[in-house]
């Protein structure tokens, strides 16, 4: 059986899913998108990933043709009529159907696209190794030009420093700020722990709030660990005792080296092993 693909209401087959190319989102990259994770059958943090897509269409100045709920439901319903009870969904917006030209006044009606999919997770080895990153010379978009908290389609920022990633031999590369401070990976959040104290960039150092980094927060406290959300460097990331990165994708994936110099010992850290043991724990009990 084909896989079934939600487009804007109805179930379309998967060789049908197609999207016109005057799309908007086709275009120019005007649209919206989340990735998020399906668990034993719930949707993790659906609220927060829901929130999150209608504050990216308030900052693009696109009105969502759907509600929440109605959204909410399709999203459990691409997964049932799939058949997963476990799966990455892939939800995008994009500003649909116009002109040639950038003027989004000439779409129609936005496109609210629901793609899920088996996990194809990230090889074992990156978990019980830890994975080597680099700094990419390509700085994260400051939010004044277009803010990194909206998930936006163009993702070009992102690519460029991937690209730096894979032409040093490493899957991930280290975005730093207009002001030369850490900010994020391409498509992960960054911790590192210095002395049994976490640390990770704020809001404003141009990153995207992930929701895996805010689980994270929260996990921190529950294991009484001292977490903060501060600026820091290249410096403070070379000397950390342990490092690594949060996605939705990802979850949580060690850091070993960055830009060649060992994290701590180059191994996976306990601290970091701690709290992907309790990341198991709490996506089975989480009911947001
Ligand atoms: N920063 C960036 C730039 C991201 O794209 C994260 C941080 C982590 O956010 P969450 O909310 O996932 O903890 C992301 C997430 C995909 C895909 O299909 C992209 C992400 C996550 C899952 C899938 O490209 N990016």
Known sequence: MSTKIYMNGQFVDREDAKVSVFDHGF??????????????????RMKKHLDRLWDSAKTI??????SKEELGKALYETCKINGFTDAYIRLVVSRGVGNLGIDPRTCGTPQVIIIAQALSLYPKEFYEKGI????????????????????SLNYL????AKIEAF????????????????CECTGDNIFIVKNNRLMTPPINAC???????NVVLEIAKELGL????ADFTRHDVYTADECFLTGSAAELIPV???????????????????????????VKNDDN
Not at 132 to 151: E, M, Q
Not at 168 to 175: I, K, V
Not at 256 to 282: H, M, N, W, Y
């Open 167 to 182: 032409n040093a031999g490493c899957e991930e590369a280290l975005m730093l700020n207009h002001k030369g401070d850490v």
């Open 132 to 151: 080597k990153i680099v700094t990419a010379s390509t700085i994260r978009n400051p939010s004044d030009s277009l803010s990194p908290r909206v998930k």
């Open 226 to 229: 001292e977490a903060v959300e």
């Open 27 to 44: 275009l120019y990259g005007d649209g919206i998108f989340e990735g998020i994770r399906f668990y034993g059958g719930k949707v993790f």
């Open 61 to 66: 100045n696109l009105k969502m043709p759907i």
């Open 207 to 213: 990153i995207l709030e992930g929701i895996t980094r």
């Open 256 to 282: 070993v080296a960055v830009d060649a110099r060992e994290i701590g010992d180059g191994k996976p850290g306990p601290i970091t092993a701690r709290i992907l043991s309790a990341f198991g724990e709490f």
């Open 157 to 160: 920022n992102n690519i460029m």
